[in-house]
Structure formats: C-alpha cells, structure tokens
C-alpha cells in the first residue's frame, strides 16, 4: 500500500502535537487546523509564539506571532514567503520534503524551531546557514 497517498486527518495531527509540545494549543480543527505555541530555541533565546495554519491536502503555513522579526541591516528577512505577515519557509513544495501523509508535529514544527535557531545566528553573524531557497515576497 502506498502511504504517500494518505492524508491524515486533524485528529491525528493534533493528538501528535499535543503529545509532543503540551505548551501548546489548538485555536481551532475546523475547517482548518488552527495551533499556537512558544517556543525558545535554544536556551539563551528569546520566546518566540508560532501559529500553524493548515487545511487538508495543502502545505501547512507557519506563522510568528509574537516577536516581531528584525530584519536588521538587511532589507528583508531571510527565507520567508511574506516579511509583512512575517511567514516563514520551511521547505520548498515542488521538492515534496512535506507530504500530507507526515504529521505535522514529527516535520513542520520541529522546522520552524531550527528556522529560529538559524534566524537568530542570521541576525548575530548577518549569514544565513540555514539552507532554502530565496524567496520573493
């Protein structure tokens, strides 16, 4: 049986999340998944609050919420798809690294906290280590 195929449903997403970030909470399962949490990605870092978006059959959208990113000397910030909604990339679509048969909690989130990580060495250093590809916003 192919299991790229499956797409897993809310429940299992959030049971997964749940599990895995407890500090974390659902907004909302339907029509869409809704989740928030804070996060600090190392323990030197600062707080950071996320906001995942994400319908069946689509790729999920992480958002930061809370602390607003700096883009320092730079004039935009580093792998995002939207400065001004301040939304990150954690993977480039047509590469499939995200399936909808993953769950979200083993992949996404765990990306957006080393995307913080990078982020945060991004605004000591001013170089971007995080790999990806250069986005337009």
Partial sequence: METDNIILPYEQHVAQLRELFPQGSVLSMYPQLLWQCHFQPTPLSINYTIRLEY?????????????KLSRGGSDKLPHVYSDKNQWICLHHPPEEKWKSSQNIANTIIPWAIEWLYHYEIWQLTGRWNGGGTIHQD
Wanted: overall charge positive; hydrophobic content about 30%; cysteine-free.
């Fill in 55 to 67: 319908k069946l059959n689509t790729d999920p959208k992480i958002f930061v919420t809370k602390k």
